[in-house]
C-alpha cells in the first residue's frame, strides 16, 4: 500500500511541478484568455447524469446542503449533515460505523466529485470532515448513468473545494458540550499575475469527548489541491488528502434493549457496551489528478485519476446474548467478544470523457460519452483472544473495566477480495423541440469479483464475473417558463457481499426504477419546488435471514421487494434574507409476499431548515433545522414511537470579518434510539457550541 500511496504522492508532486512550469510560460507569453479562470468561476456538478444540466432540468430529485447550510448548523460531520436531508435516514448503529437509506433501500453509493465505487455493505466508517467541500449532493432514485452500478435509494455526492480566482479564506475555533475543541482554515492563493494558477489548502482538526461513556474522538484533516493553465487550452489539477481519525472506547454493535419477558429497557443515554482497552484508529489518503483539454467552442476531454487508500487497527468489544438475543429482565444475560484486528482498503478510478454540444435538425443538444475503471482490494488480518472471551458481563449499564484485555493470538488472514469494474457509457440531452428534452444513455457493465467479502464470513460467488448492459431515459416538458413536467426510467444493478446460508456470496441485485415528477420555480427562480412519485421493483436483495448454529454469523437470503412512495421539496429563498428548505417523504415498502418489510425505515419523513436575518438588527442571523420521523421498530428487537429532533442557531456579524455562532443540537433534548436496522443506540442529547470565524 505504502508504495502506491507514494507513487500517487509523486505524482501529484510531478503534477505540481509541471504547473509551476506552465505558470512560469504563462508569465512571459502574457496570454490574453487564461482557460482556466474561466472554469473556476463556472463549475458545474453534473449531477444525476454526467451531463451539466440545472436542478429543475434533471429528470431526478435532487437535494444540496451548500457549505452556508453546513457552516450555520455546525455541521462538521457528514453523518450529522446527511441527517437533515430530504429522504435520507442515517441509521448510526454503532460509534464509527453507520448505513444511510433513502426510499426504502441502503445508499451503496457515495462519491467525491462523482466517482468512487459502491461501500462495502453499503456501511460507511467514520466520518467526512464537511469543511473540505463546497457542497453536498443528494441524488435520489437509481444513479446507473451516472455510476454504473446501483440500487434505487440514490447516490451521495461529496464535491470537494477547489481553487478560486481569488485570494483568501477564513479560519474558525469552535468549543462546545462535551470537551469539544475544532480548530480550522481554508486559504486559497492565486499563483501566478494572470490567474493560471492557483491553490487551496483546507486544514480540520477536532478532539472532543462524548455523550458515551468513555468514547472519545480525534479527526484531523488535511487537504490541499493545485490547477493551473497546460499550453493554451489544457488545465491540470492535482490534489492530495490526509486523514487521521482515532477513537478510543468505540461501540461494535449496539445496545440490547429488548428482554426475555417482552419489556424494553430504558437505559442511561450515554450507556456504552464498550470497555476502556478499545479503540478504532483508521489513516486514509487520498490523492487525485484531473486533466480537462478544451477541443473547441463546445468541446472538452477530461482524464481523472483517483487513488485513495485507508488502514485501520481495531481493538473492539461485542456484547451480545449468546442464548436468547435478549436481556434478562434485570439487564443481564450479555457476554463478551473480544476482536483485534489490522484491515487495509485500495481503491483506484480511472475516468476519461468527451463531453460538449453538437447542432442538429436546427437544435443544439448534450452528449458524453466516456470509459471508466474502478477497481478496490480489501484485507482484514486479526488476531485470536486467548484469554477473557466470552465472559459474562455484569447487568447494563456497566462500567469500561467490566471486562479486561486478552491475551492476542498470532495475526492470521481473516478475510480478502477483490473487484474490478470496467464500464462505457453515453449519455445525451436531445432538445427534441423547444419544450421536449430527453435524456437517454446506456452503460455496459463488466464486474469481476474475487474472494471474500469484507464483512462477512468469507464464502465464494458463484457467479464471478457479470455483464449488464442498462439503460436509462427520462424526458423533460416546459409546461410554462417556470413549470416543468418530467418522467425517468432506468435499470438497477449492484453487487453484493453478503453470503447465504451455505456461505457463498450472492448475485448482484436486479430491478428497475421509475419516477414521475414537476419541478416549479418561484419567486424570479429563487425558490424551486419538486413533487416526485417514484416506484422501484428489486430482484434479489439481500435480506438478513438469521444465524449460522456453527459459528453464529449472519447469513442473508434474496428476496424480491418494492418500494413505491411520494416525495415533496421546496429549497431557495423567500426573501433576500431568508432561505428555507422544507421536504416529506412517504413510502411503501413490500417483500414478496406482499406484505411490509424494513419496518425499521420510517414510512413518514419531515425535514426542514430555515434561516433568516431580522429586519431591524441585520448583522443578526437565526436558524432552526429539524426532523420528524414516524414510529419504526424492528421483529424481535426494539420499537421507536414517532419523534422531533430539533437544532438552532444564532449567529452575529461583529463585523465585516468577523463571526460568533452559536449552534445548539436537539434543542429540546429528545431521548430517542437510533441505528435500530442493526441495533440501538441512544442519539445525542442536547448540546452546545460556540464558533469564532475570521474572514481572510
Known sequence: MKNNLTLTAIAVAAACATLGDAQAQAAT???????????????????????????????????????????????????????????????????????????????????????GMTNSWGTVVGREDTFLFDKIELIRGANGLLTGVGNSSGTINYVRKR????????????FGSWNKKRAALDYNKVLSADGSSAARLV????DKDSYLRDLKDERTTVYGVIDGQIGDNGVLTAGLTVISAKQDSPMWGSLTLLRTDGTQADLPVGTSTSQKWTFWDTNTYVGFLEYTHRLGADWEAKVTYNRREGDEATQLFYAYSPTTGMLNPDNTGLSGWPYRSLGSTENTVIDANISGQFSAFGRKHKLLVGWNRSNEETRTDSFAALTNAFLPLPALPYNGDSSPEPTWGARTLASAGEQTLTRFYAASQLSLTDSLKSVVGVNAVRLVRGGGSRYGAGGQLLDPKTEEVSPYLGFTYDITPDLLGYVSYSDIFAAQEQSDINGNLLAPVKGVNTEVGIKAEWLDKQLLTTLAVFTAKQQGLATYAGTRPEDQTSYYEPKDVNSEGVEIEASGRIAKDTRV???????????????????????????????????????????????????VYKVGSVKQPAYVKLNAFAAYDVNDRTTLRLNVDNLTDKKAIGGIAYGAIYIPPRSVGVTLAYKL
Open 29 to 115: 507569453q502574457n496570454l490574453e484568455s487564461v482557460v482556466v479562470t474561466g472554469k473556476r468561476a463556472n463549475r458545474v456538478s453534473k449531477g444525476a447524469t454526467g451531463l451539466p444540466m440545472e436542478l429543475k432540468e434533471t429528470p431526478q430529485t435532487i437535494s444540496t446542503l451548500d457549505k452556508e447550510d453546513l457552516a450555520n448548523f455546525g455541521l462538521s460531520g457528514s453523518n450529522e449533515a446527511l441527517g437533515l436531508a430530504t429522504g435520507i435516514n442515517v441509521e448510526q448503529y454503532e460509534t464509527n460505523r453507520a448505513t444511510f437509506n433513502a426510499r426504502g433501500f441502503e445508499i451503496q453509493l457515495t462519491q467525491l466529485d462523482g466517482l
Open 163 to 174: 481553487p478560486t480566482n481569488q485570494d483568501g479564506g477564513e479560519a474558525q475555533l469552535t
Open 581 to 631: 428548505t422544507l421536504g416529506y417523504t412517504h413510502l411503501k415498502l413490500t417483500g414478496p409476499d406482499g406484505k411490509d418489510i424494513y419496518e425499521w425505515v420510517p414510512r413518514n419523513t419531515v425535514n426542514f431548515r430555515v434561516d433568516s436575518r431580522l429586519p431591524m438588527l441585520p448583522a443578526l442571523k437565526l436558524g432552526v433545522a429539524g426532523r420528524w420521523q414516524s414510529d
Open 203 to 206: 486544514v480540520a482538526h477536532e
